[in-house]
């Protein structure tokens, strides 16, 4: 297990808030989780927010536990250092990659190219994704690295969300079989 992303589905639209909670809580509860994910083998975590990077007082990620990086708009900045949390603030990877394209007019658009630029990055496809709010859609954070990844879609809301239903989402995922689009024999 290499990734487990979070898409939080059920934000709020208060003033200084992230996710429906006041800024400190949800960073507290992303601290907590990514602990217990690295405890439970992920290697990185990801969790996407609808709000945007102002939502956060300045210099509020100086505090933060672990080191992270922050993608927003379509921008994946290079990083190699794991076990590693990206915050994602109203991050698309539809537009990622329509950046990646008009950048680079002789990038030679295969699955393999796309998945090694990526790779460059420090990007690793999600193992599994988390939707958080009991909404059954997807989102277009994760549009390329969700092909192959197993989805969760929690009933509960960010706020509600706890580390109960953390191992639920990965004792679940756990005895899932894993066929990377092959078919059974």
Avoid: C
Wanted: proline share 5%.
């Amino acid at each position: 297990m290499k990734h487990l992303a979070f898409i939080l589905k059920d934000t709020g639209k208060e003033y200084r808030s992230l996710g429906g909670l006041p800024v400190e809580k949800t960073l507290e509860k992303v601290a907590q989780l990514s602990q217990a994910a690295i405890q439970y083998g992920f290697d990185q975590v990801s969790f996407f927010f609808k709000e945007s990077r102002e939502t956060l007082p300045p210099n509020f990620l100086d505090t933060f536990p672990y080191k992270f990086r922050i993608l927003e708009k379509g921008v994946i900045p290079h990083s190699s250092e794991l076990p590693l949390v990206n915050l994602g603030f109203q991050f698309s990877e539809k537009e990622f990659l329509a950046n990646l394209l008009k950048g680079n007019p002789d990038f030679q658009f295969s699955e393999n190219d796309v998945q090694e630029y990526m790779s460059n990055l420090g990007w690793v496809e999600p193992d599994l994704i988390i939707f958080t709010g009991g909404s059954r859609r997807l989102s277009d954070s994760l549009t390329w690295s969700m092909a192959y990844s197993e989805l969760f879609f929690s009933p509960l809301s960010w706020s509600e969300f706890s580390l109960d239903e953390l191992e639920r989402a990965i004792a679940e995922f756990s005895r899932r079989e894993r066929r990377f689009g092959k078919i059974n024999e």
